[in-house]
């Protein structure tokens, strides 16, 4: 049975958000070293302005657990697309690296709630059999974010704006953030979300409507489920039998970032400038990045489902971390420049097919139904305080330790995830979102 129409509709909706995320990070990558030149900012200037915005999302993460769980993700996406909107138009129109700051930090509460309620979304919506494929919707329109963003700043560049250019990188990302608020107009509230509130024939009409295989069977599990945790509206997610979903979704959002991903993404015009690329070569070798990553994010969502999400991590941290070593060995060497690319491009390939493609899905399916916006929030502010704290090291550790020890930093963290994901990590395909809260909630 494949997903019908309405759930297709449905799941890429929700997902439209990342795609939001994805060209926001390609859009800095471009617009980042003309603001330097613009704003005459030092190292520690141009790290606080990729990072400030990533102190939004964090921020925007747990903001958004907390209303998602109140008034729903759909109604909650809402307000994150229009915030969103708002702070790329303020970016686009800023007068100085003060305002460039503050609507950046704003338009990070949009995208850290996009990150948080999208997933939770979908994995509500979906039944067990396709729930690894549609919440990969998300990290796919994550990549396709990335790749027509670097397409984007390209086609940018070679207009020559002048003085224009940083303003129209960012200006456009306004365009997908219409599409997302605009899509969130035609579609139902969570199944789940709706049972939590006790509007029954409310979640029954959504399973049916989403070819749920036995409407009536699931939303009887959904009530045991709800019934047996005692589930309460404003549940705390830190409580003692959530500490193993609260493992799960905090080292996998940590390792995410340790994995250098946003680092390479957000710096690699000034990485392959540091390996003596041209800027216009360099936005050419983003695009290339950018294909690979949405190519092997569809290899990763085709087999999540068959060869499981475990599978997925384990394989992927064995390729990230030999490419990562081959890089720091190019910079540190100073020898056979030549294979960065092809080394960065191997990179994204094993990333995309696993981290890439298993976090979303991971986070969302480890917490139950009473916390699981709340857990969503927890998972991916871990995911964003790592990406912060990266994002503003990266260029002052590359300036005075040399280009090749931050990668040597991030191949360890991937030996590490490898090891912690042999032994820690349960598999959780196949499974209903209530079978797997049977399993991970402990008393």
Known sequence: MRPNS??????????????????????????????????????????????????????????????GQRLGARTAMRYAAALYLLAALGTALSVNWPMILVTRFLGGLGLGSATVLGPVYITELSPALWRGRLVGLFQLNVVAGFLVGYTSNYLVRLARFGPLEWRIMIGVAMIPGLLFFAALFGIPESPRWSAARERMRDALAVLTLAGAPNPQAELAEIQTALTSEHAIAHEPVFRRKYRFPLFLAISIGAFNQ?????????????????????????????????????LFCLVGM??????????????????????????????????????????????????????????????????????????????????????????????????????????????????????????????????????????????
Not at 33 to 38: H, I
Not at 345 to 359: D, L, P
């Open 6 to 67: 309405y759930l297709m509709k449905a799941a890429l909706s929700g997902a439209v958000g990342g795609l939001l995320f994805g060209f926001d990070i390609a859009a800095v990558s471009g617009f980042i070293d003309p603001v330097v030149r613009a704003f005459h900012l030092s190292d520690f200037g141009k790290g606080a302005t990729v990072a400030i915005a990533t102190i939004g999302t964090v921020i925007g993460c747990f903001v958004a657990g907390v209303i």
């Open 258 to 294: 340790l994995a250098g991903i946003n680092a390479v993404l957000y710096y690699q015009g000034s990485i392959f400038k540091a390996a003596g690329f041209s800027q216009l070569s360099g936005d050419l070798q983003a695009i290339a990045i950018g294909l690979t990553n949405f």
């Open 302 to 443: 085709s087999v999540i489902d068959k060869f499981g999400r475990k599978s997925l991590l384990l394989v992927g941290a064995v390729g990230t971390f030999l490419c990562l070593s081959g890089v720091a060995w190019i910079f540190i060497s100073h020898t056979h420049q030549a294979a960065l690319l092809a080394l960065l491009v191997t990179y994204i390939a094993f990333f995309s097919m696993s981290q890439g493609a298993v976090i979303w899905v991971y986070i969302g399916e480890v917490f139950p139904t009473s916390v699981r916006s709340k857990g969503q929030g927890v998972g991916s502010a871990s995911h964003w305080i790592m990406n912060t704290l990266i994002a503003f090291a990266f260029p002052v550790l590359a300036a005075r330790l040399g280009a090749g020890m931050p990668f040597v930093f991030f191949a360890a963290f991937t030996l590490l995830q490898f090891i912690v994901v042999a032994l820690f990590y349960p598999e959780t395909k196949g499974q209903t979102l209530e079978q797997l809260q049977q399993k991970l909630v402990r008393s």
